[in-house]
Structures are given as C-alpha cells and as structure tokens.
C-alpha cells in the first residue's frame, strides 16, 4: 500500500490532468443498472473524481475512496470546479472504514490490479461485498492480457512506468490478470459475478452480494 500511495502522491497533480473523461464502460454500467436516484454511491479508487462525479448526479450521497492523498486533492478540486459534492476518504482498499451494506451502487475501476499480493486483491473484493447493500450492484475492472501492449497468455506481475512532463519515469506495479484469473479471484471472494466480460483491453464484472 505504501509503495502505490507514495507513487500516487508523486504523480497526482500530472496523471490526473491525463484523466479527464469518465470510461465509456462505466456510463454503460450506470445507464443499465442504476434507475432514478439511489441513497449512497462508492468510487472505490476515485483518483481524480471523474467517476466520482457521474456517481454524483446518480445518488444521495456520493463517497469516494483512494489510498492517495495527492489524488484526493485533485477530486476535491475537480468537485469545486465542476459543482458536484463528494465525501473524500484516504483508505486501503483491502479494509475500508465504511459501513457495511452501505452502498447501492459502486465502481471499483483501475485499481484492483495495482494491489499486491493476491490475498490483498481478493480481500478488497471481499471488502467491496461487504459494504454493498444486498441488493446492490458493482463494476469492477483490472488490466487483462488481452491489453494490446502485452503479450502472455496467463496473468503476471510488471512495472508501467508513468512519465512526468520534465521526463522523470516512476514505476507503477500492476498485476496484469489473465480473464480466467479475474474470474477465479472474483469467485473466490464473496461477490457474485453477474456478468464477466473483456473490454477495451481490460477485465470486467458486474458484481452482485
């Protein structure tokens, strides 16, 4: 955790400016499972809050979650500029501070591959069951194989440099998940897979409890 929150606070201001528009997978996501207004929504790895701010318009309440602080900052910025409201929480993804069952929707995108080891990744999954209400409903994402700039057929641990402007290179660990592997981690934690499927080089699941 300490190794991707340094790394995190270091590139934050840089890699944000680079995240501006929400994925496509997430609007779909949301278009398909939430209808009128729910109580409470989850960003788990809201980095810059631009998921975060779809969530915004959908629910009561709005929360969301990054290990770090830097990358925070930058969604407290982007709510202000943009006039959305978010509850930003500094955590883990492996043990959240949140209330179980609190969350009728969530989304857990380009965050769970930069976990080590697999017991942690599993245990962020568990713990995204746990604070979704019974019946609601997640999209979770990993970089996957099928990823153009890879070539492996099982899933591996790798280093992605991130570049800065003035051309400092900082590595980021990334644990790239072969789609069986996804599926495996995801049955092995207490979600329910409701639908798994590749896009965009990416796995993805919508997930139930």
């Given at each position: 955790?300490?190794?991707?929150?340094?790394?995190?606070?270091?590139i934050?201001?840089?890699?944000?400016?680079?995240r501006?528009?929400?994925?496509?997978?997430v609007?779909?996501?949301?278009?398909s499972?939430?209808?009128?207004t729910?109580?409470?929504a989850?960003?788990?790895?809201?980095?810059?809050?631009?998921?975060?701010?779809?969530?915004?318009?959908?629910a009561?309440?709005?929360?969301?979650?990054?290990?770090?602080?830097?990358?925070?900052?930058?969604?407290?910025d982007?709510g202000?500029?943009?006039?959305f409201?978010?509850?930003?929480?500094q955590?883990?993804?492996?043990?959240?501070?949140?209330?179980t069952g609190?969350?009728?929707?969530?989304?857990?995108?380009a965050?769970?591959?930069?976990?080590?080891?697999?017991?942690?990744?599993?245990a962020s999954?568990?713990?995204?069951?746990?604070?979704l209400?019974?019946?609601?409903?997640?999209?979770?994402?990993a970089w996957?194989?099928?990823?153009?700039?890879?070539?492996?057929?099982?899933?591996?641990d790798?280093?992605?440099?991130?570049?800065?402007?003035?051309?400092?290179?900082?590595?980021?660990?990334?644990?790239?998940?072969?789609?069986?592997?996804?599926?495996?981690?995801?049955?092995?934690?207490?979600?329910?897979?409701l639908?798994?499927?590749v896009?965009?080089g990416n796995?993805y699941?919508?997930?139930?409890v």
């Open positions: 955790m300490d190794d991707v929150r340094a790394t995190y606070d270091h934050a201001e840089h890699f944000a400016k680079t501006e528009y929400p994925w496509p997978e609007e779909s996501f949301l278009d499972n939430v209808e009128g729910v109580a409470a989850l960003d788990l790895g809201c980095g810059n809050g631009r998921h975060a701010e779809l969530l915004a318009a959908l009561d309440r709005a929360v969301g979650v990054d290990v770090s602080r830097e990358l925070l900052g930058t969604a407290r982007r202000r500029d943009r006039g409201e978010v509850d930003l929480l955590a883990d993804a492996a043990s959240l501070p949140l209330v609190a969350f009728d929707v969530a989304v857990y995108v965050t769970l591959h930069h976990l080590r080891p697999r017991e942690r990744r599993v999954l568990d713990e995204l069951a746990r604070v209400a019974p019946t609601g409903r997640a999209l979770v994402s996957s194989t099928a990823h153009d700039r890879f070539d492996a057929e099982e899933g591996f790798t280093s992605v440099d991130w570049t800065l402007p003035g051309g400092e290179t900082v590595p980021r660990y990334y644990h790239i998940y072969d789609p069986a592997e996804f599926r495996a981690d995801l049955d092995a934690s207490d979600l329910e897979p639908d798994v499927f896009s965009s796995c699941a919508v997930v139930g």
